[in-house]
């Protein structure tokens, strides 16, 4: 069965304190790995996708890792604005449907 | 604004009730999803649909849950005989079709039994 897990369940940094989000996974078939965030009573907001072990993506304090077992977001001098819940999901090759990890819920202070 | 739409946004059912919920996809795309997110927990796949089309319904319950896309206006999950357990919040994602797998998500519709 598939399974993906991320960690920590929640996370509090001080403004500035840089830190690693972590998703594993047990997938057979992967076609790719999502990012998501997610702000308390809002939609998933789209943020990466990775498809190959080795590939990073970055956007603004933002950075995706992925290796073949698991992927990490790396919020460099996050700001107050980075607090929100993110997500990782998967997709496999046979079908398009998300399979979605607990998430991370992220606190940044001032 | 091009993103995914739903609605209504928040609705109130009594038990045994009947909810529907609808959702239009970004501008571009053919593809729609819904996801469930119960209080506390990770979110679900539902439903994958194309135009007139189920494509995967392997997250749907079996009994009382109905989707469908038209090939004219939005995409509808039903919910017949409503019960509190489906109480939670219900997303939409669409993306495009060809090969493109992106999903983005509407603000969802938070559905209440009482």
């Known amino acids: 069965e598939d399974q993906v897990t991320q960690s920590p369940e929640a996370l509090r940094l001080q403004e500035g304190e840089s830190s690693s989000l972590n998703c594993s996974y047990t997938?057979?078939?992967?076609?790719?790995l999502f990012w998501y965030r997610q702000d308390p009573g809002k939609g998933p907001e789209f943020l990466f996708t990775?498809?190959?072990a080795g590939e990073e993506k970055e956007k603004e304090r933002l950075k995706a890792t992925l290796t073949k077992k698991e992927s990490f977001l790396h919020i460099t001098a996050p700001k107050p604005e980075d607090s929100a819940t993110y997500l990782c999901?998967?997709?496999?090759?046979?079908?398009?449907?998300?399979?979605f990890g607990g998430g991370t819920r992220v606190l940044v202070k001032p | 604004n091009a993103g995914v739409m739903q609605n209504p946004r928040h609705l109130v059912r009594r038990r045994g009730q009947e909810a529907r919920l609808r959702c239009s996809p970004m501008?571009?795309?053919?593809?729609v999803y819904w996801y469930r997110q119960l209080p506390e927990e990770g979110l679900k796949f539902m439903v994958y649909?194309?135009?007139?089309?189920?494509?995967?319904e392997s997250g749907m319950p079996k009994e009382r849950f109905s989707a469908e896309f038209p090939k004219e206006g939005p995409s509808i999950l039903r919910i017949q005989q409503v019960v509190r357990g489906d109480s939670a919040a219900y997303f939409c994602?669409?993306?495009?079709?060809?090969?493109?797998?992106?999903?983005?998500f509407g603000p969802g519709t938070r559905l209440t039994v009482t």
């Open positions: 994602a669409s993306s495009r079709a060809g090969g493109s797998y992106e999903q983005y």
């Open positions: 997938v057979s078939g992967l076609r790719g």
């Open positions: 990775l498809y190959s």
């Open positions: 999901a998967v997709f496999k090759a046979a079908g398009n449907k998300l399979t």
């Open positions: 501008k571009g795309h053919s593809h």
């Open positions: 649909l194309q135009k007139e089309n189920i494509i995967d």
